[in-house]
């Protein structure tokens, strides 16, 4: 399966499914890596295969819909059968997710459907909640809405931040990524 990871920033989502890539823990090619910042730290990961990274600055762009158009040339070129969202921060828009129904997942940093969008750690301590997680799902047309394919709980102790629950969930994440992308995999 040839599949393309979109991230914006850190990209340690990124890096934790090319190094299950790599460690064969999942059976797919990444074809490419797609960023839409050219200040992104995740770059920098990459290391040798920034071979296969395409920076496509999203600045250079005057909507959604031309940076889409320049991305879907290199996602058909490379044959690309999934999206990996990972830390991408851009909402993509209702034609493109509609064109690729089913074939975009993302991560998301709360137990959703509760808190979606952005500084979801902060929504959920703002709130008060005593759990709160990370959430895989299909993408589709509306915000964070998309069919739940697998969940993590996290415990919100008395003293959390937003930096110490973020760090709690990312480690989530990382697990929970890596499971959903094996099993997409290996059902295509
Ligand atoms: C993660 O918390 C992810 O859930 C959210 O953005 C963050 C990205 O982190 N969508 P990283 O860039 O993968 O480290």
Redesign the pocket.
Known sequence: MNIAIF????????LNIKNAVDEKKIEANIKVYICNNRNAK?IKKLKESRDNLIIIDHHNFSSINNWEKEVEKHLKNLEISLIC?????KILSKKFVKRWERKII????SLLPAFKGLNAQKQALNYGVKYSG?TIHYVNEELDSGEIIDQSIVGISKNETVSSL?KK??IE?HKIYINALRNIVKRN
Do not use: R, V, W, Y
């Open positions: 991230f914006s920033g850190n990209g340690s989502n990124m995740g969202l990972a830390g991408f921060m993302n991560i998301h940093p990370c973020t969930i990312l994440e």
